[in-house]
């Protein structure tokens, strides 16, 4: 007898979720060592995350998420910093960095087929 996907629901995952939330806790933590040499280490941090997220957006093939969180890898790169120069500046970002962050850790998803039996 045929099996039918139907018999099997589809399941999701948020994959992106926890790096997400980690980079927005990251994020806010941030904003108050802007001007202090601790911003180095929340550099570090989103950037990684960023990167993350990002894979996770191409493992769940939704890319346009890409658009969002490449530019804040670069921008929170420590390795080869971009510094702006206006604690403002990079105050408006972290919030606007934490609001993507949010945004794709509930929006990616992965679509999980349930179990199908062996051999069929």
Do not use: C
């Amino acid at each position: 007898m045929p099996v039918s996907s139907a018999s099997y629901p589809t399941r999701s995952r948020r994959t992106a979720l926890v790096p997400a939330l980690l980079a927005v806790v990251a994020l806010l933590i941030g904003v108050a060592l802007i001007e202090s040499d601790g911003f180095i280490v929340i550099r570090y941090v989103v950037a990684i995350l960023a990167l993350i997220v990002a894979v996770f957006a191409w493992q769940a093939r939704q890319w346009w998420w890409i658009i969002g969180l490449a530019p804040i890898a670069v921008l929170w790169n420590p390795v080869l910093p971009i510094d702006l120069g206006q604690p403002d500046l990079w105050l408006g970002l972290q919030y606007i960095a934490a609001l993507v962050f949010i945004a794709s850790g509930i929006l990616i998803k992965v679509i999980d087929k349930g179990d199908t039996p062996r051999g069929r």
